[in-house]
């Protein structure tokens, strides 16, 4: 999410959480900042989800751009049996905030 300088009407000051993830921030009330989580933070309708094979430029000044830079499916998936308990918990359903 891209967030712009001073408070705003959805992030006053940056304060976001999900199931398992919290953020509160209010030195970065007057700063833009620009912010990436695996998962929606609040319900500001900047938040979305990333597209796969998405690339996220964020340049010196904080304008943020992306483009699709791996277009084409992996070769080889991991799958859940692959991972150990704590890295199969993190991959729960995105909820809607």
Known sequence: MDRPTGPTRSVDP???HSQRIRA???ALVNRHVVVV??????RDPQWRLMEPGELLHVSVGLD?????AFPHEPRTKIKLEQLDAAETA????QDDH
């Open 90 to 93: 993190s991959q729960h359903p």
């Open 64 to 68: 943020v751009a992306s483009d699709i």
């Open 14 to 16: 940056l304060i976001g």
């Open 24 to 26: 509160n921030s209010p």
């Open 37 to 42: 989580a695996t998962e929606k933070m609040t």
